[in-house]
């Protein structure tokens, strides 16, 4: 039985990634199943997580979006290839507070807050002439000034259940551990590889 935290051990692997990983440390893969029971998979950048789960941005009319409403229960996996190891996460996506989602916005570069106007994220595009010129139409209405958050533009947090962690090891007899949370505590358990 491990009697680590698995938050905390995801913050040291997630320091040694970002300090050996060459590009991206940050990114995860999300996987969501709509309303009808159709998986889509996608990358997002993690931005944030803390004893209440894993935070990252996004439109809200984005196709992940859609599928999260319908059905907030996902998977994310962090895969760092130069470490040889990856953190499996599991449990249910809730909206982040107006104030935290106002924060991140406004740490963003100001270009990035003008693309977030810009972009219907997951719609069709005509061409990408469509794209920069809603862009700059975006740039001129806000011209000099603050930009503010969309109404249509939040963040999720996934409320992690189950923690797994997994590192290479010679002849495939690979290391996981698995963590699952019972109300206000962890139960760890060793998988075989």
């Not at 059905?71 to 190891?85: I, Q």
Request: overall charge negative; proline content about 6%.
């Amino acid at each position: 039985m491990n009697e680590r935290d698995p938050l905390d051990w995801f913050a040291e692997w997630l320091a040694e990634a970002e300090a050996k990983e060459p590009n991206n440390p940050s990114a995860m893969s999300l996987a969501t199943v709509d309303a009808s029971g159709r998986p889509s998979l996608r990358m997002v950048l993690l931005r944030g997580f803390d004893a209440r789960g894993f935070t990252f941005y996004t439109n809200l009319g984005s196709r992940k979006s859609e599928a999260l409403r319908e059905n907030p229960e996902v998977a994310l996996c962090f895969h760092w290839k130069s470490l040889d190891r990856q953190v499996r996460v599991e449990g249910a996506a809730e909206l982040v507070s107006d104030e935290e989602a106002d924060a991140y916005f406004e740490s963003r570069p100001r270009d990035s807050q003008i693309g977030a106007w810009a972009s219907r994220q997951s719609h069709e595009l005509e061409s990408r002439f469509a794209l920069e010129k809603s862009v700059a139409a975006e740039a001129a209405r806000f011209g000099l000034g603050k930009v503010p958050r969309p109404a249509f533009w939040s963040g999720f947090r996934v409320v992690p259940r189950l923690i797994e962690f997994w590192e290479e090891r010679p002849f495939r007899l690979h290391d996981r551990d698995c963590f699952t949370r019972r109300g206000d505590i962890w139960e760890s358990r060793k998988l075989y590889p």
